[in-house]
């Protein structure tokens, strides 16, 4: 079965060469019979692909252990579960999974493709099969999934603990989704310089696409952050780690880019911009598998040193000279249609939010590089640690956050004092008497009061946005007012679908402001012995530590603490928290023990136990015992960014694809008052 899937590795590189060559070649000198050649070549080389990707699995379900990835990365006692996520647990099935769902989008975007973006289809065949092949050959060179041990042991390594969690099974691929699915707009970007047609069908081609990468980051930025909360016991879900920020940088750039592209589409503006966003996105998505997997920064996440990291940062320079000299080339061709006519509108909105997001984007970048600058300039490591990121991060993010309301009230080209009038005075109304309640409940931290505040402001806008559209089609179609809704939305699903993207957003910032409040105690406790902590609510929580218990489980012997929880006297209930100790089917220790969070949630706040060890084998132990605010809406907040980013990217509805704003007018709906 390894001699199938190097066989199918190499046929898939040789397909990958072939695609690439036929693909520039048939798209230049449009050439019908090298443009069908390259189309098939994708078809080929995905099954070729999903061959090596099935033969892979037989070996991990069926314990191989004479191959070194199933040695390495599972064991017999490793539940099924775990077994099939084991693909991408490593570097080396993660670069074939990656290979392979590229693949699989290229010949989606071959199929599905509209007839009027073919002229694109040729260069998106070699742009493909060119990153696939580069996968492949690392794979070959350096990073063989199928290579074999000199003996076969008895049963194998088994999978981190800390992938043995249900986030790991779906933070990852997720997160490979929208990294690789990045990598067609930035194909359609390429065929667009390429061919020389730089109108806007090349932004109509790629619209799902972008929303699909997005979306995925979203998803998967969300669940990472599930996971590092439940599994990894530090007390918190986001901690500026160098691969947190390589997932991040991505999404802030997709972000940028899914905002000004309305700009180009209603004024004909940004074109240079919206096409320098695609392609640094893609760069981004490239360099944070580099910084992963090169093993040049300290991350839980990342993957120790090996070859793999000189192939990716020759490929990411490389790919950098060449689109960029490309794109450079082509600026002529990418004269704006339209000027920015005044500071106060909403051209001018979507053009600060993108500074901000790239801002924020480039101060992330550079923390998370300089530990690398400066070791290799000064021969030190230095560490930028979160203190930086949230001094600089926090002020960008809420003035992001007050754009994301200021930007849906005001005109296009040019906005008139009375309609500013008229669109802000709810808004800011709530916004302000948010942040007087705020003041009256004596709550003083400055950003989390800021936050807040905001929050309440473009909450504000969102309601309003929502009710004159929807008062709008009862006055015209006499509809009930759900029913108005619903069709509102249906109608218009980029636009609303935004709103509650931006909703999302909101109670997000308002989540993370809760951390400022956040408050935790050591202790070390006998069984009856009781801790207590006061909430910022002014409850007082009394945990007791009734007993340690020990016994086997699955592949793992566990070590368990029961701790009885009360507030202000009242039982509340029991928490349980483990360190686990991971053993092979032999019972021999495979991994240093882990941790079991117990966690006790509720919309206000959530209690975190964490057993830090139990003293000299008795029933004496460690705790730390944390209160975090408000952490319940981090996870219902990412629910509805993503409800949103469904609502956007769902088939029918949505605006025409160019409606360009005129001068003297504003853009409104049928129906709103003047």
Same mark, same amino acid.
């Given at each position: 079965?390894?001699?199938?899937?190097?066989?199918?590795?190499?046929?898939?590189?040789?397909?990958?060469?072939?695609?690439?060559?036929?693909?520039?070649?048939?798209?230049?000198?449009?050439?019908?019979?090298?443009?069908?050649? +390259?189309?098939?070549?994708?078809?080929?080389?995905?099954?070729?692909?999903?061959?090596?990707?099935?033969?892979?699995?037989?070996?991990?379900?069926?314990?191989?252990?004479?191959?070194?990835?199933?040695?390495?990365?599972?064991?017999?006692?490793?539940?099924?579960?775990?077994?099939?996520?084991?693909? !991408?647990?490593?570097?080396?099935?993660?670069?074939?999974?990656?290979?392979?769902?590229? &693949?699989?989008?290229?010949?989606? +975007?071959?199929?599905?493709?509209?007839?009027?973006?073919?002229?694109?289809?040729?260069? #998106?065949?070699?742009?493909?099969?060119?990153?696939?092949?580069?996968?492949? =050959?690392?794979?070959?060179?350096?990073?063989?999934?199928?290579?074999?041990?000199? !003996?076969?042991?008895?049963?194998?390594?088994?999978?981190?603990?800390?992938?043995?969690?249900?986030?790991?099974?779906?933070?990852?691929?997720?997160?490979?989704?929208? !990294?690789?699915?990045?990598?067609?707009?930035?194909?359609?970007?390429?065929?667009?310089?390429?061919?020389?047609?730089?109108?806007?069908?090349? %932004?109509?081609?790629?619209?799902?696409?972008?929303?699909?990468?997005? /979306?995925?980051?979203?998803?998967? %930025?969300?669940?990472?952050?599930?996971?590092?909360?439940?599994?990894?016991?530090?007390?918190?879900?986001?901690?500026?780690?160098?691969?947190?920020?390589?997932?991040?940088?991505?999404? /802030?750039?997709?972000?940028?880019?899914?905002?000004?592209?309305?700009?180009?589409?209603?004024?004909?503006?940004?074109?240079?911009?919206?096409?320098?966003?695609?392609?640094?996105?893609?760069?981004?998505?490239?360099?944070?598998?580099?910084?992963?997997?090169?093993?040049?920064?300290?991350?839980?996440?990342? *993957? =120790?040193?090996?070859?793999?990291?000189?192939?990716?940062?020759?490929?990411?320079?490389?790919?950098?000279?060449?689109? *960029?000299?490309? !794109?450079?080339?082509?600026?002529?061709?990418?004269?704006?249609?339209?000027?920015?006519?005044?500071?106060?509108?909403?051209?001018?909105?979507?053009? *600060?939010?993108?500074?901000?997001?790239?801002?924020?984007?480039?101060?992330?970048?550079?923390?998370?590089?300089?530990?690398?600058?400066?070791?290799?300039?000064?021969?030190?490591?230095?560490?930028?640690?979160?203190?930086?990121?949230?001094?600089?991060?926090?002020?960008?993010?809420?003035?992001?956050?007050?754009?994301?309301?200021?930007?849906?009230?005001?005109?296009?080209?040019?906005?008139?004092?009375?309609?500013?009038?008229?669109?802000?005075?709810?808004? #800011?109304?709530?916004?302000?008497?948010?942040?007087?309640?705020?003041? /009256? %409940?004596?709550?003083? $931290?400055?950003?989390?009061?800021?936050?807040?505040?905001?929050?309440? *402001?473009?909450?504000?806008?969102?309601?309003?946005?929502?009710?004159?559209?929807?008062?709008?089609?009862?006055?015209?179609?006499?509809?009930?007012?759900?029913?108005?809704?619903?069709?509102?939305?249906?109608?218009?699903?980029?636009?609303?679908?935004?709103? #509650?993207?931006?909703?999302?957003?909101?109670?997000?910032?308002?989540?993370?402001?809760?951390?400022?409040?956040?408050?935790?105690?050591?202790?070390?406790?006998?069984?009856?012995?009781?801790?207590?902590?006061?909430?910022?609510?002014?409850?007082?929580?009394?945990?007791?530590?009734?007993? @340690? &218990?020990?016994?086997?489980? %699955?592949?793992? /012997?566990?070590?368990?603490?029961? @701790? $009885?929880?009360?507030?202000?006297?009242?039982?509340?209930?029991?928490?349980?928290?483990?360190?686990?100790?991971?053993?092979?089917?032999?019972?021999?220790?495979?991994?240093?023990?882990?941790?079991?969070?117990?966690?006790? &949630?509720?919309?206000?706040?959530?209690?975190?136990?964490?057993?830090?060890?139990?003293?000299?084998?008795?029933?004496?132990?460690?705790?730390?015992?944390?209160?975090?605010?408000?952490?319940?809406?981090?996870?219902?907040?990412?629910?509805?960014?993503?409800?949103?980013?469904?609502?956007?990217?769902?088939?029918?509805?949505?605006?025409?694809?160019?409606?360009?704003?005129?001068?003297?007018?504003?853009?409104?709906?049928?129906?709103?008052?003047?």
């Amino acid at each position: 079965m390894t001699l199938l899937g190097n066989l199918a590795l190499w046929v898939a590189l040789l397909l990958g060469v072939w695609g690439a060559i036929t693909g520039f070649v048939g798209g230049l000198y449009a050439r019908p019979d090298l443009e069908r050649s +390259a189309r098939n070549a994708v078809f080929a080389m995905c099954g070729a692909l999903v061959l090596a990707v099935f033969t892979l699995e037989w070996a991990l379900f069926h314990h191989d252990f004479n191959v070194e990835y199933v040695a390495a990365y599972t064991s017999r006692n490793l539940p099924i579960f775990y077994t099939w996520s084991a693909l !991408y647990a490593g570097q080396k099935g993660s670069l074939l999974f990656w290979a392979t769902v590229l &693949s699989l989008f290229g010949s989606l +975007a071959q199929l599905f493709t509209a007839r009027r973006h073919r002229v694109y289809l040729p260069f #998106v065949a070699g742009v493909v099969c060119t990153v696939a092949a580069f996968f492949v =050959t690392v794979m070959l060179f350096a990073a063989n999934p199928f290579g074999r041990l000199p !003996y076969t042991p008895a049963d194998g390594s088994g999978l981190n603990p800390q992938l043995q969690n249900p986030g790991m099974v779906f933070h990852p691929p997720m997160l490979y989704l929208g !990294y690789i699915s990045m990598t067609i707009p930035f194909a359609f970007a390429i065929a667009a310089l390429a061919s020389k047609q730089l109108d806007s069908d090349w %932004l109509i081609a790629i619209r799902k696409w972008t929303l699909v990468s997005w /979306l995925f980051l979203s998803i998967g %930025l969300v669940l990472g952050m599930w996971w590092a909360y439940v599994e990894l016991g530090w007390g918190g879900y986001w901690a500026w780690d160098p691969v947190e920020n390589a997932a991040l940088l991505p999404w /802030l750039t997709m972000t940028a880019f899914l905002h000004s592209v309305m700009i180009q589409e209603k004024r004909g503006m940004l074109k240079k911009w919206n096409l320098a966003l695609v392609i640094g996105s893609w760069l981004l998505s490239i360099m944070g598998t580099f910084i992963t997997r090169s093993g040049v920064i300290s991350s839980v996440h990342s *993957f =120790t040193e090996s070859p793999v990291g000189y192939y990716f940062a020759f490929f990411l320079l490389f790919a950098a000279v060449t689109s *960029f000299t490309l !794109y450079t080339r082509r600026l002529p061709l990418l004269t704006a249609e339209a000027r920015l006519e005044s500071m106060v509108s909403r051209e001018a909105g979507f053009l *600060f939010n993108n500074l901000l997001l790239v801002g924020i984007a480039f101060s992330v970048l550079w923390g998370t590089l300089f530990p690398i600058l400066s070791e290799a300039i000064q021969g030190t490591k230095v560490t930028v640690g979160p203190p930086f990121f949230n001094q600089v991060n926090i002020p960008l993010g809420l003035a992001l956050l007050a754009l994301t309301g200021i930007g849906p009230l005001i005109a296009w080209r040019r906005a008139s004092l009375p309609n500013l009038q008229r669109q802000f005075a709810v808004p #800011v109304t709530a916004g302000v008497f948010t942040g007087l309640v705020l003041l /009256l %409940l004596r709550m003083r $931290d400055f950003y989390a009061l800021l936050a807040i505040a905001i929050g309440g *402001f473009v909450l504000a806008t969102v309601i309003q946005e929502f009710a004159r559209g929807t008062r709008a089609r009862r006055r015209q179609y006499r509809e009930p007012a759900p029913l108005a809704l619903a069709h509102l939305v249906a109608r218009n699903r980029r636009r609303y679908g935004g709103y #509650v993207v931006h909703t999302g957003i909101v109670v997000l910032f308002i989540a993370f402001a809760g951390m400022a409040f956040k408050t935790e105690t050591e202790a070390t406790l006998k069984p009856g012995e009781s801790a207590t902590v006061r909430s910022p609510y002014g409850w007082t929580y009394s945990f007791t530590h009734l007993g @340690i &218990s020990q016994y086997d489980q %699955l592949n793992r /012997l566990v070590t368990a603490a029961t @701790i $009885d929880v009360r507030r202000d006297g009242k039982r509340l209930g029991l928490l349980t928290t483990e360190k686990r100790q991971h053993v092979d089917a032999l019972g021999r220790p495979t991994f240093q023990p882990s941790t079991e969070v117990g966690i006790r &949630s509720d919309p206000l706040e959530d209690l975190y136990v964490v057993l830090g060890g139990v003293v000299g084998g008795t029933e004496q132990a460690v705790f730390r015992f944390t209160i975090n605010p408000l952490v319940w809406w981090v996870w219902y907040g990412g629910m509805i960014v993503v409800l949103g980013g469904l609502i956007v990217m769902w088939p029918g509805g949505g605006s025409p694809a160019v409606k360009r704003a005129q001068a003297g007018y504003a853009v409104r709906l049928v129906g709103e008052e003047k």
